[in-house]
């Protein structure tokens, strides 16, 4: 079993700037597709961002050229910049690991003031 824990979220105003944090408990990053979703109130739960064994990345339109993500390997962490940040941003962020089996964290809360 693999732990997910993300850290980082926090209330913001708009044009700031976030980065969130998440953590595994095992050696499963650049083992495994990781990824960011978020799920706003009254929504979906959608994917915001994701990044491959091999580091290529994939980003949602809605945040391209405003969030980064990224992953230290050694560490077993994978990061979410999140610049420029709209209220629309409001949500609960939550880590994912995609391999043999599917993890996700516990969220983060990110909330964008306008």
């Known amino acids: 079993q693999v732990q997910l824990v993300e850290s980082g979220g926090g209330l913001v105003q708009a044009g700031g700037s976030l980065r969130l944090s998440c953590a595994a408990s095992r050696r499963i990053v650049g083992l495994y597709r990781m990824g960011w979703y978020r799920q706003a109130p009254g929504k979906e739960r959608e994917l915001v961002t994701t990044i491959t064994t091999g580091g290529s990345t994939n980003y949602a339109r809605s945040v391209k050229d405003r969030f980064t993500i990224s992953r230290d390997s050694a560490e077993n962490k994978v990061y979410l910049q999140m610049n420029s940040l709209k209220p629309e941003d409001t949500a609960v962020y939550y880590c994912?690991?995609?391999?043999?089996?599917?993890?996700w964290g516990q969220g983060t809360q990110v909330t964008v003031s306008s």
């Open positions: 994912n690991a995609y391999g043999n089996t599917i993890y």
